[in-house]
Structure formats: C-alpha cells, structure tokens
C-alpha cells in the first residue's frame, strides 16, 4: 500500500503563488507516476499535471505556464508550483500516484486552495 500526505495550500489572493508537496510513504517502490488532481465544488475531479518516473510531464491546458509540477524520485516527493493564480483555481487539490504494476490508483487527503479576487 501507498499513503500520500499532502502540505502547503491555503488562501491566496489572484495573481499570487502557492506552492503544494506530496510525500509518499509506504511500498514507494511500486509508484510510476505521481501528480496533482484538484475538484471544484459541483465539479467533476480533473487533472493538473503529473510526472512520471523518468521526468515527462502533462499539463492541463488550463494552468499550462503558470503551474510547474516537479518531483524527487529518491524521496518519492512531488511538488507543484503554482504561479498567477486565479479565481477558478479555487478547488481541493489532491495529490495522484499509480502503481506502476497493476491498474491502481493512490490518493491522498486533498489540500484546499482559495484564490480570492
């Protein structure tokens, strides 16, 4: 199993930064990819970026060069830097890890970010 502590989000004021971390404890070894997911109020959950084990990225178009997502694989650690932010930011973050040999999915407890215009 593979528990995710998320730390950092809070309130911020539009056009501020934040930044999220994630540490992954437990059987670390069986983690591929780790990332950020986020779900607004009456809103579906939906993807931020993630990186995988050898360093690729994705991005949701939506923060595309405003959020860089960063990861320390010898830590299983993952980072996100969030910068510009804006109102429809607003949302739970939760931190994303999949077990790189079966279908499954680790969450953690979410982070709430709050940016206030």
């Known amino acids: 199993q593979v528990q995710l502590v998320e730390s950092g989000g809070g309130p911020v004021q539009a056009g501020g930064s934040l930044s999220l971390s994630c540490a992954a404890s437990?059987?670390?070894?069986?983690?591929?990819?780790m990332g950020w997911y986020r779900q607004a109020p009456g809103k579906q959950r939906e993807l931020v970026a993630t990186?995988?084990?050898?360093?690729?990225?994705n991005y949701a178009d939506s923060v595309k060069g405003r959020f860089t997502i960063s990861r320390d694989n010898g830590k299983y650690t993952v980072f996100l830097q969030m910068n510009r932010l804006k109102p429809e930011d607003t949302a739970n973050y939760y931190c994303?890890?999949?077990?790189?040999?079966?279908?499954?999915?680790?969450w953690g407890q979410g982070t709430q970010v709050t940016v206030s215009s």
């Open positions: 437990g059987s670390t070894g069986i983690i591929a990819t």
């Open positions: 990186a995988g084990s050898r360093g690729v990225t």
């Open positions: 994303y890890a999949n077990n790189r040999f079966i279908s499954l999915d680790y």
